[in-house]
């Protein structure tokens, strides 16, 4: 049974950063391709980043620019670095594979305010 917890969120003023981290247990977590997620109040939940095993990266054209997601697999361990956060980056995120396992964690509070 998978299990991944995230930390690092938070109350951040518009232009701020965060760094978000997610630890995952349970599974070979060097196998699989790791993403960010988040879901805003009302909004379905979408990916805005995306790691290979090999360390290769794919963003959203919303946070492109802004945001970096990194891996540590010897720690298993995914984080997203979030720079020149907007009101819209408010949400909760989620971190898990793609595609992702059925489990999801509690996912970390950021809001963002203007």
């Known amino acids: 049974q998978v299990q991944l917890v995230e930390s690092g969120g938070g109350l951040v003023q518009a232009g701020g950063s965060l760094r978000l981290s997610c630890a995952a247990s349970?599974?070979?977590?060097?196998?699989?391709?790791m993403g960010w997620y988040r879901q805003a109040p009302g909004k379905e939940r979408e990916l805005v980043a995306r790691?290979?095993?090999?360390?290769?990266?794919v963003y959203a054209d919303s946070v492109k620019g802004r945001f970096t997601i990194s891996r540590d697999n010897s720690k298993n361990t995914v984080s997203l670095q979030m720079n020149s956060l907007k009101p819209e980056d408010t949400a909760v995120y989620y971190c898990?594979?793609?595609?992702?396992?059925?489990?999801w964690g509690q996912g970390t509070q950021v809001t963002v305010s203007s």
């Open positions: 349970g599974r070979t977590f060097s196998n699989y391709f």
């Open positions: 898990n594979r793609l595609p992702p396992w059925g489990t």
């Open positions: 790691i290979t095993n090999g360390g290769s990266t």
